[in-house]
């Protein structure tokens, strides 16, 4: 990647972070909900989707987390945006290879602005965490997703028992 390639690429990121497309918004009749947690970082993503006749029609995200998870998610957002459902399936694994797995950015279209992500480790976490929750949105799951741990769901915390 070259220095201007870098820096096209950070701008578009913060940009994202800035004016978050899709953001704050639970869409009218949404019927899918995920929520998803980055323990290291403190980002803290929930994905809205509207889904019908096997598309998402529409897409919200709210949550609070640093710049990278907000581009993330908001780029993610406008990517999806339309798409069927097993389009956007197939997009989630291109950019977790891309991201997690210093994969070719192939397919991504504009998303290949995170490409850059892999080159710091502690990010990569924050990048793909909306990516997850909106995987686990699509599969309708109600753990929270989180970035630590052997799964990719938080565990949840246990209720103290009653006193007598």
């Known amino acids: 990647m070259t220095a201007d390639q870098r820096s096209l690429y950070e701008e578009v ?3 994202h972070n800035r004016h978050p497309r ?5 869409p009218r009749g949404s019927t899918h909900h995920a929520h998803g947690f980055n323990p290291l970082c403190n980002d803290e993503v929930q994905v809205h989707l509207k889904v019908a006749d096997g598309t998402i029609q529409d897409i919200g995200f709210e949550g609070a987390g640093c710049a990278i998870c907000m581009a993330s998610a908001s780029l993610m ?6 798409q069927p459902l097993d389009e956007a399936q197939t997009l989630f694994r291109r950019v977790h290879r891309m991201l997690a797995e210093n994969g070719p950015a192939e397919g991504v279209g504009k998303l290949r602005v995170l490409e850059g992500v892999h080159a710091f480790p502690m990010r990569v976490k924050c990048a793909t965490l909306p990516w ?3 995987q686990a949105a699509l599969e309708q799951r109600t753990e929270t997703v989180c970035t630590e741990g052997p799964s990719p769901f938080c ?5 103290p028992s009653p006193q007598p």
Request: no cysteine; proline share 14%; charged share 15%.
């Open 13 to 15: 990121i913060l940009e």
């Open 22 to 26: 899709h953001y704050p918004r639970n």
């Open 155 to 159: 565990p949840q915390p246990s209720l």
């Open 77 to 82: 957002a406008e990517a999806v945006m339309g």
């Open 132 to 134: 997850h929750t909106l």
